[in-house]
Protein backbone atom coordinates (compact mmCIF):
# COMPACT_ATOMS: atom_id res chain seq x y z
CA UNK A 1 0.00 0.00 0.00
CA UNK A 2 0.81 3.30 -0.68
CA UNK A 3 1.77 6.03 1.48
CA UNK A 4 2.16 9.90 1.99
CA UNK A 5 5.05 10.77 3.65
CA UNK A 6 5.90 14.21 5.32
CA UNK A 7 8.45 15.59 7.57
CA UNK A 8 10.19 19.07 8.58
CA UNK A 9 13.05 18.92 10.93
CA UNK A 10 13.73 20.72 14.23
CA UNK A 11 16.74 21.70 15.14
CA UNK A 12 17.91 18.78 12.67
CA UNK A 13 16.31 16.39 15.09
CA UNK A 14 12.91 14.06 14.05
CA UNK A 15 12.72 11.99 17.27
CA UNK A 16 8.97 11.26 16.64
CA UNK A 17 7.29 9.10 14.08
CA UNK A 18 3.39 9.50 13.76
CA UNK A 19 1.81 6.95 12.05
CA UNK A 20 -1.76 7.94 11.09
CA UNK A 21 -4.52 5.84 9.70
CA UNK A 22 -7.61 7.43 7.84
CA UNK A 23 -11.27 5.76 8.52
CA UNK A 24 -13.06 3.53 6.68
CA UNK A 25 -14.06 3.66 2.60
CA UNK A 26 -11.38 6.82 2.91
CA UNK A 27 -8.60 7.55 1.65
CA UNK A 28 -4.65 8.49 3.00
CA UNK A 29 -4.36 11.29 0.80
CA UNK A 30 -7.86 12.98 1.90
CA UNK A 31 -7.56 16.88 2.16
CA UNK A 32 -8.19 17.29 5.92
CA UNK A 33 -5.33 14.01 6.46
CA UNK A 34 -3.05 16.11 4.77
CA UNK A 35 -3.67 19.29 6.60
CA UNK A 36 -3.19 17.38 10.09
CA UNK A 37 0.05 16.21 8.95
CA UNK A 38 0.76 19.11 7.71
CA UNK A 39 0.31 20.89 10.94
CA UNK A 40 2.44 17.74 12.95
CA UNK A 41 4.91 18.08 10.60
CA UNK A 42 5.14 21.78 11.17
CA UNK A 43 6.44 21.02 15.17
CA UNK A 44 9.05 18.67 13.85
CA UNK A 45 7.58 15.36 13.80
CA UNK A 46 8.09 13.18 10.85
CA UNK A 47 4.24 12.25 9.67
CA UNK A 48 3.35 8.44 7.37
CA UNK A 49 -0.14 7.96 6.36
CA UNK A 50 -0.13 4.67 4.89
CA UNK A 51 -3.37 3.67 2.33
CA UNK A 52 -4.72 1.08 4.59
CA UNK A 53 -6.86 -1.53 3.04
CA UNK A 54 -10.25 -0.19 4.39
CA UNK A 55 -9.74 2.58 2.06
CA UNK A 56 -12.21 2.99 -0.87
CA UNK A 57 -10.85 -0.07 -2.98
CA UNK A 58 -10.79 -2.20 -0.27
CA UNK A 59 -8.09 -4.59 -1.17
CA UNK A 60 -6.63 -6.45 1.99
CA UNK A 61 -7.21 -8.34 5.12
CA UNK A 62 -6.28 -6.86 8.60
CA UNK A 63 -3.56 -9.37 8.84
CA UNK A 64 -2.18 -6.78 5.62
CA UNK A 65 -2.59 -3.98 7.55
CA UNK A 66 -0.81 -5.21 10.57
CA UNK A 67 2.43 -5.90 8.15
CA UNK A 68 1.65 -2.65 6.87
CA UNK A 69 2.15 -1.18 10.42
CA UNK A 70 5.01 -3.36 11.61
CA UNK A 71 6.80 -2.27 8.28
CA UNK A 72 6.42 1.80 9.34
CA UNK A 73 7.01 1.48 12.96
CA UNK A 74 10.44 -0.80 11.83
CA UNK A 75 11.14 1.73 9.27
CA UNK A 76 10.81 4.36 12.16
CA UNK A 77 13.40 2.87 14.07
CA UNK A 78 15.79 2.33 11.86
CA UNK A 79 15.62 5.46 11.22
CA UNK A 80 16.23 6.53 15.43
CA UNK A 81 12.78 7.51 16.17
CA UNK A 82 10.09 6.35 18.24
CA UNK A 83 6.58 5.51 16.63
CA UNK A 84 3.40 6.88 17.67
CA UNK A 85 0.07 4.64 16.06
CA UNK A 86 -2.64 6.65 15.29
CA UNK A 87 -5.81 7.43 13.45
CA UNK A 88 -9.44 8.62 12.88
CA UNK A 89 -12.36 6.34 12.96
CA UNK A 90 -11.30 3.21 11.33
CA UNK A 91 -8.23 4.19 11.55
CA UNK A 92 -7.90 4.85 15.27
CA UNK A 93 -9.48 1.15 16.06
CA UNK A 94 -7.28 -0.55 14.34
CA UNK A 95 -4.68 1.61 16.42
CA UNK A 96 -6.31 0.22 19.23
CA UNK A 97 -6.23 -3.97 18.34
CA UNK A 98 -2.56 -3.31 16.41
CA UNK A 99 -0.21 -5.34 19.05
CA UNK A 100 -1.64 -4.47 22.19
CA UNK A 101 -0.32 -6.72 24.96
CA UNK A 102 3.15 -7.23 22.54
CA UNK A 103 3.82 -3.77 20.98
CA UNK A 104 7.61 -3.43 18.90
CA UNK A 105 9.88 -1.60 21.43
CA UNK A 106 9.88 1.56 18.95
CA UNK A 107 5.82 2.23 19.71
CA UNK A 108 5.99 4.84 22.20
CA UNK A 109 2.36 5.44 22.04
CA UNK A 110 -1.44 5.54 20.56
CA UNK A 111 -3.46 8.47 19.06
CA UNK A 112 -7.06 7.85 18.83
CA UNK A 113 -9.40 10.35 17.54
CA UNK A 114 -13.17 9.34 17.14
CA UNK A 115 -12.61 5.44 17.05
CA UNK A 116 -15.72 3.97 15.05
CA UNK A 117 -16.28 0.02 14.00
CA UNK A 118 -15.37 -1.33 17.83
CA UNK A 119 -17.16 -4.46 16.37
CA UNK A 120 -17.35 -6.59 19.56
CA UNK A 121 -18.45 -3.73 21.62
CA UNK A 122 -21.41 -3.55 19.74
CA UNK A 123 -24.54 -5.02 20.70
CA UNK A 124 -25.88 -7.52 18.48
CA UNK A 125 -29.13 -6.05 17.67
CA UNK A 126 -27.75 -2.20 16.75
CA UNK A 127 -28.77 -1.30 13.76
CA UNK A 128 -25.09 -1.22 12.50
CA UNK A 129 -25.44 -4.95 12.18
CA UNK A 130 -28.34 -5.06 9.94
CA UNK A 131 -26.59 -4.53 6.40
CA UNK A 132 -23.88 -6.42 7.44
CA UNK A 133 -25.30 -9.81 8.96
CA UNK A 134 -26.80 -10.21 5.22
CA UNK A 135 -23.39 -9.66 3.72
CA UNK A 136 -21.94 -11.63 6.17
CA UNK A 137 -24.09 -13.87 5.51
CA UNK A 138 -23.38 -14.03 1.52
CA UNK A 139 -19.62 -14.00 2.06
CA UNK A 140 -19.49 -17.14 3.97
CA UNK A 141 -21.15 -18.63 1.54
CA UNK A 142 -19.14 -17.32 -1.19
CA UNK A 143 -16.07 -18.59 0.23
CA UNK A 144 -17.53 -21.63 1.20
CA UNK A 145 -18.25 -22.31 -2.82
CA UNK A 146 -14.32 -21.58 -3.68
CA UNK A 147 -14.85 -17.57 -4.07
CA UNK A 148 -13.20 -16.04 -1.72
CA UNK A 149 -10.89 -14.12 -3.58
CA UNK A 150 -13.50 -13.25 -6.42
CA UNK A 151 -15.07 -9.40 -6.25
CA UNK A 152 -18.42 -8.71 -5.54
CA UNK A 153 -20.54 -6.38 -3.20
CA UNK A 154 -20.94 -5.96 0.10
CA UNK A 155 -23.21 -3.78 2.40
CA UNK A 156 -21.76 -2.34 5.33
CA UNK A 157 -22.68 0.58 8.17
CA UNK A 158 -20.67 4.17 8.41
CA UNK A 159 -21.45 7.68 10.18
CA UNK A 160 -20.72 11.30 8.74
CA UNK A 161 -21.05 13.79 11.72
CA UNK A 162 -24.38 12.24 13.40
CA UNK A 163 -25.70 10.74 10.64
CA UNK A 164 -25.44 6.96 10.12
CA UNK A 165 -25.96 5.29 6.93
CA UNK A 166 -25.50 2.48 4.54
CA UNK A 167 -22.80 1.57 2.35
CA UNK A 168 -21.66 -1.01 -0.14
CA UNK A 169 -18.17 -2.35 -0.85
CA UNK A 170 -16.52 -3.82 -3.85
CA UNK A 171 -13.65 -6.42 -2.60
CA UNK A 172 -13.90 -10.18 -2.08
CA UNK A 173 -15.50 -12.48 0.92
CA UNK A 174 -11.75 -12.72 2.57
CA UNK A 175 -11.36 -9.30 2.44
CA UNK A 176 -14.90 -8.45 3.66
CA UNK A 177 -14.73 -11.20 6.35
CA UNK A 178 -11.32 -9.87 7.91
CA UNK A 179 -12.81 -7.30 9.12
CA UNK A 180 -16.89 -7.76 10.04
CA UNK A 181 -16.52 -11.34 11.03
CA UNK A 182 -16.10 -11.48 15.01
CA UNK A 183 -14.42 -14.61 14.56
CA UNK A 184 -11.80 -13.42 12.55
CA UNK A 185 -10.81 -9.93 13.40
CA UNK A 186 -8.96 -9.07 16.87
CA UNK A 187 -11.21 -8.41 19.84
CA UNK A 188 -11.58 -4.45 20.79
CA UNK A 189 -12.55 -5.54 24.10
CA UNK A 190 -9.45 -7.79 24.43
CA UNK A 191 -7.14 -4.96 23.10
CA UNK A 192 -8.40 -2.35 25.46
CA UNK A 193 -7.84 -5.15 28.22
CA UNK A 194 -4.17 -5.70 27.37
CA UNK A 195 -2.77 -2.41 26.00
CA UNK A 196 0.11 -1.42 27.56
CA UNK A 197 1.31 1.96 25.81
CA UNK A 198 0.31 5.44 26.85
CA UNK A 199 -3.02 6.41 24.91
CA UNK A 200 -4.00 9.84 23.76
CA UNK A 201 -7.91 9.37 23.08
CA UNK A 202 -10.18 12.72 21.88
CA UNK A 203 -13.72 12.69 20.72
CA UNK A 204 -16.42 14.93 19.74
CA UNK A 205 -18.54 15.96 22.55
CA UNK A 206 -21.70 15.66 19.89
CA UNK A 207 -19.93 12.14 18.28
CA UNK A 208 -23.09 9.63 17.83
CA UNK A 209 -21.17 6.44 18.56
CA UNK A 210 -21.79 5.31 22.27
CA UNK A 211 -18.64 3.09 22.41
CA UNK A 212 -16.42 5.99 21.09
CA UNK A 213 -16.49 7.93 25.04
CA UNK A 214 -14.58 7.71 28.46
CA UNK A 215 -16.16 4.86 29.35
CA UNK A 216 -14.18 2.35 26.98
CA UNK A 217 -10.73 4.37 27.33
CA UNK A 218 -11.29 3.93 31.06
CA UNK A 219 -11.72 -0.08 30.20
CA UNK A 220 -7.63 0.14 29.70
CA UNK A 221 -5.43 0.05 32.43
CA UNK A 222 -4.70 2.44 33.78
CA UNK A 223 -0.83 4.58 32.43
CA UNK A 224 -0.05 7.89 34.14
CA UNK A 225 0.71 9.41 30.58
CA UNK A 226 -2.76 8.53 29.22
CA UNK A 227 -5.50 10.92 28.27
CA UNK A 228 -8.71 11.42 27.45
CA UNK A 229 -10.80 14.49 25.92
CA UNK A 230 -14.29 15.38 25.00
CA UNK A 231 -13.68 18.07 22.37
CA UNK A 232 -16.60 20.57 21.26
Given at each position: ?????????????????????????????????????????????????????????????????????????????????????????????????YRPADPPAAVAGKVLTSPGQLL?????????????????????????????????????????????????????????????????????????????????????????????????????????????????
Open positions: HGAVSLANKVNGREPIALIFMHGKNSRHDARGMIRLADKIAAEGFRVYLPRMPWSQEWDGTHQDATAALDALVALAAKDGKKAVVGGQSMGAMFSLVDLIPPTAPFWKPINASLEKARALEAAGKGKEKTSFGSSNTLGAKSFEESYDTTPEVFLSFHDLARFPSVRKALETTTVPVFWAVGSRDPIPNAKRRTFEMMPPHPKSAYFDLD
